[in-house]
């Protein structure tokens, strides 16, 4: 789909990058803590929720969603965010496609993340099919100070997932987390991108609030966006960019923009990889001072165990269903990290 013009924005990127090279953090063999984001692809309990449509997963629904079925997809999410980053899993992750809070205790109660005390932060939102975004922490490492959903004005009669903004301390430092999962393609172009602006635009005003309140405020924004990088509405309404340079202070920086641009991606859709799945950062991630951006860090996490290994669809993601057929998998994504640490 890209691959033409892979190679001349693939050289680009390098050249801006070799610009920035003086920017180069040395970091000193701190502890590294993993910052992760996972859309789990449809993850319903069993149960009938009248007030959603959530009707193909159930046992008697078009999907045959049984307790069997439901078990072992938190066996599977269980066990891909235990491989990610540091041992035991992320620090913070942000998850998309979340019935209820509940789901998300039922992932944390699974065997051995049940050790790991995870809190959980999650509301519901007016989405129309039910399914949310949440917040996975440590609260040995991440102290949640205060949380809100924020609600979306979408053109038209339409309701999807709410913005989760979480503030906290990590390693002792403020940090605001904001995870989304901006509305998905339904075969009308137009009024996808006019949706997915207004999500952009949405969260850009919550960057802009938190910035003008602290020039220097430390921003991780997180999510399934249904678009890449290069997207108007990332780059121009949401200001994020490839370009790691604290000069541009009023940009977001993009840590996977060049995994975008090497043709990588974290959602495999008619033949190709696509990005939508992606970690920002505000430049004070990136200036040398305190908690910082680990450079290279960003990961598509895509363990073996997680991936179609023959046929058609080697290599890409072992998706629950294709279809209505129960593939027994994990999620139609891969999820994707990157790493912080405190320069001392």
Not at 52 to 67: H, L, N, S, V
Not at 297 to 302: E, K, L, N, R, V
Request: hydrophobic share 35%; proline share 6%; charged share 25%.
């Amino acid at each position: 789909m890209r691959h033409g013009i892979k190679t001349f924005f693939f050289l680009f990127t390098l050249t801006i990058l070799s610009g920035c090279a003086t920017l180069t953090t040395t970091f000193r063999k701190e502890k590294t803590y993993t910052v992760a984001f996972y859309n789990v692809d449809n993850l319903f309990d069993p149960a009938n929720d009248p007030k959603t449509a959530d009707d193909d997963f159930t046992p008697q629904g078009e999907m045959k969603w049984d307790k069997k079925r439901y078990d072992n997809k938190l066996k599977h999410i269980k066990a891909v965010i235990e491989s990610m980053g540091e041992k035991g899993g992320p620090a913070i992750l942000g998850l998309a496609e979340v019935e209820s809070r509940q789901v998300v205790q039922d992932i944390v109660n699974t065997a051995s993340l049940r050790n790991k005390t995870y809190g959980i932060i999650h509301y519901d939102s007016p989405d129309r099919q039910g399914l949310d975004v949440a917040l996975l922490y440590r609260p040995k490492i991440f102290k949640p100070t205060a949380q809100r959903s924020i609600p979306i004005d979408f053109p038209g009669d339409f309701r999807s997932r709410d913005i989760l903004q979480v503030s906290g301390l990590l390693e002792g430092e403020p940090v605001t987390i904001l995870v989304t999962h901006w509305p998905a393609s339904n075969g009308n172009p137009k009024l996808n991108e006019s949706r997915r602006r207004a999500a952009a635009a949405a969260l850009r005003k919550q960057i802009d609030a938190v910035q003008k309140a602290d020039k220097q405020a430390r921003i991780l924004v997180m999510g399934d966006f249904e678009d890449e990088p290069r997207s108007a509405n990332i780059e121009q309404v949401l200001k994020a960019t490839g370009r790691p340079n604290p000069y541009y202070a009023d940009e977001l920086y993009n840590a996977f923009y060049l995994s975008y641009i090497q043709g990588l991606g974290s959602y495999f859709q008619r033949g190709d990889f696509r990005m939508p799945d992606q970690i920002m950062l505000s430049k004070s991630w990136i200036d040398g001072k305190g908690l910082q951006y680990v450079r290279g860090s960003a990961t598509i996490h895509d363990p073996e165990f997680s991936k179609f290994t023959l046929g058609k669809y080697k290599d890409t993601p072992r998706r629950t269903y294709a279809n209505t057929l129960y593939l027994d998998g994990y999620s139609d994504h891969f999820p994707v990290y990157i790493k912080v640490q405190k320069v001392r």
